[in-house]
């Protein structure tokens, strides 16, 4: 049997359950036979992750994603085949997930006002590292004031509910310069929903020339109409149809590890890119002023 391809993954180096070393445990018994690690505005999951890897005979690929706005909603980035050592690099995660934890101690406040007993300490313990929107839920669901992440979404944290807090702007121009500055690989996640495909078009030729290489087309919960529009447009742009599950833990995405297939080409037409930049000096990226939406 072929060995199954996931390019899309997070562990509790980010907002997934389970640690690099348990999900390449896990990538094993559902025989992946390449997965990448892509964990929200940090690398830090990888080096585990590999070592993990290594053990088990899985192909591994250092991977991030980026949460870039845009009006009308959000682009995430991912990212390939980091030279994620590089302190340039580093500093500026660093940076990002300060943001964020601004962000995170914000909702708890906001949350405290509305009556809302939770503590800025537990997030940041269920949190283990970047803290992000899930870990404000799991604590909303430990307290008992929902049933669910998807409920503390839509009542509390989600855009538009009393605790939301905008995040701290990065356009998807700005990621692919900061992918690239670690001579990665920039990939558009999850393409298709906000804000759409008729906007993305408009984007993709200054993404390309800025070095984006691919679309993520085989996406979990895709269908094939959605595969086929999005290979289509790869195909337009000569991008590099990737895929992944966006795999975070039980019941948060719908999709298992693993679970939607993804064409060894993807890997193939990635590796054969990253030889091109690997070891090049890399362009350098300054990050914009962080300024808060309204
Ligand atoms: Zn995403
Ligand atoms: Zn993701």
Redo the contacts with the bound molecule.
Sequence with gaps: MAQKIDL?T?STASDGIYSPTDLLHLAQQAQIGTLAL?D?DTTDGVVEAAAAAAALNIDFIPGI?INTDVSGGEV?MLGYFLEYEQPAFQNILKVLREARILRGQRMVELLNAEGVEISWARVRELAQGAVGRPHVAKALMEAGYVQSIGEAFDKYIGKGCPAYVPRYKLTPLDAVHLITSANGLPVI?HPIGLPGLVELRKWLPELTSAGLVGLETYYGPYTPEEEQQLRTLADEYDLIPTGGT?FHGPGIHPTQLGGRHVPVEAVERLKAEAAKRHGRIPPRFELPAPVEEK
């Design positions: 899309h997070h892509t929200h994603e995430h996640a966006d």
